[in-house]
């Protein structure tokens, strides 16, 4: 299993960024899915998560309404858009599989710092 997260960066405060894991190794349509994030003093956080059907999605509320998390399973490509970023949204974001139940796979995660 290979999970790759790319699209992480620098971006201002009210800015938007896209997030992106490239997964391979396994059937990815067969498995839900989430994004992770860890802030440095504020510890480890689920962000979203999807199913493997892609029919439903759940946020925390920290991000829920700016976030929206998707999934190509033609291309095993799992998405975060993020808008309206404010700096809590600082940490290194990760690429999931499975979900806060039952955790299968980490990616090596991408840094986003959000900062003016």
């Known amino acids: 299993v290979q999970l790759a997260e790319s699209g992480g960066g620098l971006a201002q405060p009210g800015g938007s960024l896209r997030l992106s894991c490239a997964a391979s190794?396994?059937?990815?349509?067969?498995?839900?899915m989430s994004w992770a994030r860890e802030a440095p003093g504020k510890g480890f956080e689920w962000v979203a998560a999807?199913?493997?059907?892609?029919?439903?999605?759940f946020y925390s509320d920290s991000v829920k309404g700016r976030v929206t998390i998707s999934r190509n399973d033609a291309k095993s490509t799992l998405d975060l858009k993020m808008n309206n970023l404010d700096p809590e949204d600082t940490g290194v974001y990760y690429c999931?599989?499975?979900?806060?139940?039952?955790?299968?796979?980490w990616g090596p995660g991408t840094q986003v710092t959000v900062s003016s």
């Open positions: 190794g396994f059937i990815f349509g067969d498995y839900d």
């Open positions: 999931v599989k499975g979900t806060a139940g039952k955790i299968d796979n």
């Open positions: 999807i199913q493997d059907s892609g029919s439903e999605m």
